[in-house]
């Protein structure tokens, strides 16, 4: 059975039944073979703050962690998710306690329209828990994910370097 | 969102995974999916079932033999990356592997998926030519071994029948003194290859002995180029870059080029050569 969605496709009605724990609390899905765990995660769940950009793995906007390893959350099918942990930007820090990458991109104005941002903070959290004092050139090539179509990739590698100093 | 619905299976074991891929022959299988998804998104695949391999198990090992290393189907980019033991024995694979495109991309893709997504500008597919790996290939009738550069027939295109899928890479250890380089041009940090080079050379008392290199971008498929290496066989490493330059090599992969606006013939004619050049180069000063 199909549905139409609201963009025209045919999406086929939510068929399969996933548990995953998002942000540490157990979240069923109700999702159909072809969604993407950014779907999932925006539709369903509500999580908006996982960003929607190119959809095929390129620009990192959808950034999330998944069992601890940086995603691009489009190249997911959330079928495939049950049993993982996903961590999304709504799971890092909060408004009254930023995260201190959080507080650093604030702090340096790595932040123009932002929409690139919680893709950003979700890497850098991966980066500095496999390498907690990256280089400057380890943290280039490790955001190599994301992208700044703002064009302020500057200030967030300085943003990056204040949360390791 | 895909272009088009489909079932999706999730087998439990590799036997599983062929039956289910004998019932639909227009199936696709998906390891990590990051090459999929986004085909699926954009349309570009609209298979009926999609097999994942992702609950499959015993399909995640480095089997390190002492001739040979196996890697099976569902061991990430990443692991080949970062695998100690694996690194230590297939360094041009590994390096090859760092080039992938991003870490997100890496944690989730895989060698063998990258190998049969057969895109021309893979990174890993020109070190698979190189260190003369073989897929193991099995489908509910049997299992054969086949060589990479057999496998791709030309651009996403490869030589696995319906009912088949690659259950491990196979690589044959080289010999600890090749020294090995791998060199990739880009535009942006991430991107899939404009042009890219894996070289082998074994040199003695100065002179290559033996050379392979494997070129793949702008081509229909990565190729190992036998012209050149024949050249550069016998040649002194000092005068390495200069036999790329002035050899004829290059007409023999004059049919497979694949120019588009941006990158018309006149430049890949003029850029393959000295980006081949600087690649060799770059091995030889690179030490044992």
């Known amino acids: 059975m199909t549905a139409v969605s609201a963009n025209g496709g045919n999406r086929p009605a939510a068929s399969i039944s996933v548990t995953v724990s998002v942000n540490g609390r157990r979240r069923v899905i109700d999702c159909s073979p072809g969604d993407t765990l950014l779907e999932a995660l925006r539709s369903p769940l509500g999580l908006t703050g996982t960003k929607s950009g190119c959809e095929i793995g390129y620009c990192g906007a959808c950034t999330v962690l998944v069992d601890g390893a940086a995603a691009h959350s489009c190249c997911l099918l959330a079928a495939t998710m049950d049993g993982r942990e996903v961590t999304t930007i709504e799971g890092i820090g909060t408004a009254e306690g930023l995260d201190p990458v959080q507080a650093a991109f604030l702090e340096t104005g790595a932040v123009q329209c932002g929409y690139c941002t919680p893709g950003f903070v979700v890497s850098v959290k991966a980066l500095l828990a496999e390498n907690p004092a990256p280089s400057e050139a380890e943290i280039r090539r490790y955001l190599t994910g994301n992208i700044c179509r703002c064009s302020g990739f500057a200030a967030i590698v300085r943003a990056v370097a204040a949360v390791t100093r | 969102m895909p272009a088009a619905a489909f079932e999706l299976e999730r087998p439990e074991s590799v036997s599983e995974a062929l039956d289910a891929l004998a019932a639909e022959p227009d199936a696709r299988v998906m390891a990590g999916g990051q090459s999929l998804v986004p085909l699926l998104t954009l349309g570009l695949a609209v298979p009926p079932v999609v097999v994942s391999l992702d609950r499959c198990g015993g399909l995640a090992d480095i089997e390190a033999g002492p001739d040979e290393v196996a890697v099976g189907a569902m061991v990430t980019t990443r692991r080949v990356e970062l695998d100690a033991g694996l690194g230590a024995r297939l360094r041009l694979l590994a390096e090859a592997a760092a080039s992938v495109g991003s870490p997100h991309v890496r944690n989730f893709g895989t060698l063998a998926g990258n190998l049969c997504h057969a895109d021309p ?168």
């Open chain 2, 121 to 288: 500008g893979s990174d890993l597919i020109p070190a698979a030519l190189c260190l003369e790996a073989e897929l193991e290939v099995r489908s509910a009738h049997g299992r054969r071994r086949v060589g990479v550069g057999e496998m791709i027939d030309g651009p996403f295109s490869t030589a696995l029948r319906p009912g088949e899928m690659a259950v491990a890479v196979r690589f044959p250890v080289p010999d600890p003194s090749w020294r090995c380089g791998y060199r990739k041009l880009v535009r942006r940090a991430g991107d899939l290859a404009m042009a890219c080079a894996a070289v082998m050379v074994r040199v003695e008392d100065g002179a290559m002995a033996e050379a392979r290199v494997a070129l793949g971008g702008p081509l229909r498929r990565a190729v190992r180029v036998r012209g050149l290496e024949a050249d550069l066989e016998g040649v002194a490493a000092a005068d390495a870059a200069g036999t790329v330059l002035g050899g004829t090599w290059m007409d023999d992969l004059a049919g497979d080029l694949l120019p588009d606006a941006t990158l018309p013939v006149d430049y890949l004619t003029a850029m393959l050569p000295r980006f081949t050049a600087a690649a060799v180069a770059e091995t030889l000063g690179a030490g044992p």
